[in-house]
């Protein structure tokens, strides 16, 4: 007699938007997915409670997140959006979530030009722009100007995110945060006024032995093109601003760039021009730190895989050469 085998029920999780609609305070945070975004976080717990919404991007999933949002009754409440810069067309979104009765606060600390500005503001109760500090550096302000908890996660965040590497505490955090599975741990332990504890230097001893053999494979197959600027084209395995750091040091270029299987790219440079070339590649960010994506299909992906050939590097030294 056949046995029958029960089936065991798997609990279906919810879609971002049943999230939204069944968020439990009315602040939803959409932010980027770096240090600066978990540190942003951070502060925005400190002030209105762990229960708020948190929705961690990437640069080019901003307008599909902006998407889901607009999909969703805001009843009031407030989107507060940080450590995302403007991107072309996503005004619209703007608009639409604003449509859809959000209060959008929007704190940012990239590089706008005031027609930019223009196109959002009629659509938010504030956009507050400042490329002085990090992303968390302008929420700490705007939201906890006399928290020294706050004012302490912000400095530390800031000393990583401009390139100051003055704290070696936000190196940690920084190395530790390029690993997405540990990001709201970090969040989490920054909303609590911890900066570095035995569990953060135990993860940070693990990634730093993954991240030295990655450096060294990235540089090996760099190519090196002269000309306006100095540009080391590698593939990415991993902590492109450490292996960009790395790559300065010993190849004495002036501007690096990183690419992933898929085709995304980040990108450094010491002319403040990095946000203008990214902007070219479906992408954005600082003038000295920025990513985009090239239009990867198959055949690309597998040449870096195998070969750490990177495709479309020739094309990205001329839009560089002529900024």
């Not at 209105?48 to 307008?63: A, D, H, K, Y």
């Not at 996503?90 to 223009?118: C, F, L, N, P, T």
């Not at 970090?186 to 953060?200: H, Q, S, T």
């Not at 990108?267 to 730190?289: E, K, W």
Request: with cysteine; glycine share 10%.
């Amino acid at each position: 007699m056949p046995l029958c085998l029960r089936k065991k029920s798997v609990e279906r999780k919810p879609s971002l938007q049943e999230k939204i609609v069944g968020r439990a305070t009315g602040v939803v945070h959409l932010t980027h997915n770096d240090l600066d975004a978990a540190g942003s976080d951070a502060v925005c717990r400190m002030v209105f409670g762990p229960e708020i919404l948190t929705l961690f991007s990437s640069v080019n999933r901003f307008g599909w997140f902006m998407g889901q949002v607009s999909g969703c009754n805001g009843k009031g409440d407030r989107l507060i959006i940080s450590d995302l810069g403007y991107q072309k067309g996503i005004e619209d979104q703007v608009r639409k979530v604003h449509a859809a009765g959000w209060k959008i606060e929007w704190y940012d600390h990239h590089k706008w030009s005031e027609e930019e500005m223009e196109r959002v503001r009629p659509f938010v109760v504030s956009l507050t722009v400042d490329t002085s500090v990090c992303a968390t550096g302008v929420v700490c302000a705007s939201f906890a100007g006399g928290n020294a908890a706050a004012a302490e996660v912000a400095r530390v965040v800031c000393d990583y995110d401009l390139w100051r590497h003055e704290d070696p505490r936000s190196a940690v955090l920084g190395m530790v945060t390029s690993k997405r599975e540990f990001l709201e741990l970090i969040r989490d332990k920054l909303a609590e006024g911890v900066i570095i504890d035995d569990e953060v230097s135990r993860i940070f001893a693990g990634i730093e032995r993954d991240k030295n053999a990655c450096m060294r494979k990235s540089i090996r197959h760099a190519r090196v093109f002269r000309g306006k600027y100095v540009i080391a084209v590698m593939p990415a395995y991993g902590y492109p601003s450490e292996t960009a750091a790395e790559a300065r040091r010993e190849l004495g270029c002036d501007m690096e760039l990183l690419v992933f299987a898929t085709g995304k790219f980040s990108l450094r440079s010491v002319a403040p021009v990095s946000h203008l070339i990214a902007r070219q590649f479906n992408g954005g960010g600082h003038p000295n730190a920025s990513g985009g994506s090239f239009a990867y299909g198959w055949r690309e992906r597998w040449m870096l895989k195998l070969f750490g050939r990177v495709s479309g590097a020739k094309e990205f030294a001329e839009a560089a050469e002529a900024v």
